[in-house]
């Protein structure tokens, strides 16, 4: 029997049996796996390969998320650098160690 069946004779057993407890749960379980496999049908992962293909989407996240932090660090890296250099070009100037150029 497949999923959708089951639901529509849950709903109909419940709408005969006056809806108890139990055959409510039911109703509310089997409409709840039947809308996550439907999901996962719709973003193409129900086959037997899907396992494998969200462990290389999570590896690619991982990869993304230290590829943008590394690129901030030496952005910051960089923006640091070249602030000191300002500085100390400035001090050099300031002092009288090297003369500007006009």
């Known amino acids: 029997m497949n999923d959708g069946a089951i639901l529509a004779q849950l709903m109909a057993q419940s709408q005969a049996a006056g809806a108890d407890l139990a055959t409510l749960r039911a109703l509310a379980e089997e409409a709840g796996a039947l809308a996550?496999?439907?999901?996962?049908?719709?973003?193409?992962?129900?086959?037997?390969?899907?396992?494998?293909?969200?462990?290389?989407?999570?590896e690619l996240l991982a990869a993304w998320r230290d590829a943008r932090a590394s690129l901030w660090k030496a952005a910051l890296g960089w923006v640091a650098k070249l602030a000191g250099t300002v500085v100390l070009a400035g001090l050099a100037i300031r002092f009288g160690l090297v003369v500007p150029l006009k």
């Open 36 to 58: 996550a496999e439907r999901a996962l049908a719709r973003l193409g992962l129900d086959d037997a390969a899907a396992a494998k293909d969200q462990g290389e989407l999570r």
